[in-house]
C-alpha cells in the first residue's frame, strides 16, 4: 500500500480522485489489520466501492465489477474475470451488509480479492493522471462510456453467465445466437 503511486496522495489538498483513493487506502488499511476475513472482504468492497461505486446504480454488483474490467482493460490491456467481484459482492458483500448470514470466507479468496483491489487502486490512478482527472465522477463517466464498452460487454455476454442478462438488457447487448457453438466447442 505504501508504494507508488499510492505514496503520491498529499495530506491535505487533495482532488476529488485523491481523496476517494485515500478513503479507499483507509478501508485496505484497516482490511490488513483484521483478523476476521469475512470482515477484511467488507472493508476490501468497501475500498473498490470508494474508487468505483455508483451510489445511484439499484443494483451495484454488475457496475462495479464491470468498472474494475474496464479500468483495467484500459490500462493494463487485459483484466480479471468479472465474476469474482461480481459473485463475491453478491454473495458476501450483500448477504452480509444487508443482514443475511455471509458464508465463511477461505484466506485464499480475501488474499485473491486484496490483489484485485490493489491493482484497481494503482489503475485507477493511472488513468487519472493519463486523462488528467480531478473528479471521480468524471473517471466513472469515462469507464462507463468508453469506445470499448460493447466489446467488452460482449464478451461478458459470451463468458460471463446468465447472471449478467439484466445488466446485458439494460446495457442492449443482444443476447447470442443459439447456434452458436461454445467457447469450448473451440469457434
Known sequence: LLSPPAMSVPISERSDVEEKAALAMGWMER?????????????????????????????????????????????????????????????????????????????KVTAQFEWAVRDALGNYFALARQQGFSKRGKLLKFLDHHPDKPKLLTWIRDYGGPGWDKFLKENEVPAAPADKASPEEGT
Open 31 to 107: 482490511a490488513c489489520l483484521t483478523g476476521d476475513s469475512l470482515i477484511a472482504m467488507l472493508y476490501r468492497f468497501f475500498a473498490l466501492e470508494a474508487l468505483l461505486g455508483d451510489k445511484s446504480e439499484g443494483l451495484k454488483a454488475h457496475g462495479l465489477a464491470f468498472r474494475e474490467m474496464m479500468l483495467s482493460h484500459v490500462i493494463e490491456g487485459g483484466f480479471r474475470h468479472p465474476n469474482a467481484t461480481f459473485f463475491y459482492y453478491d454473495q458476501i458483500r450483500s448477504v452480509a451488509v444487508h443482514g443475511g448470514q455471509a458464508p465463511d470466507v477461505p484466506r
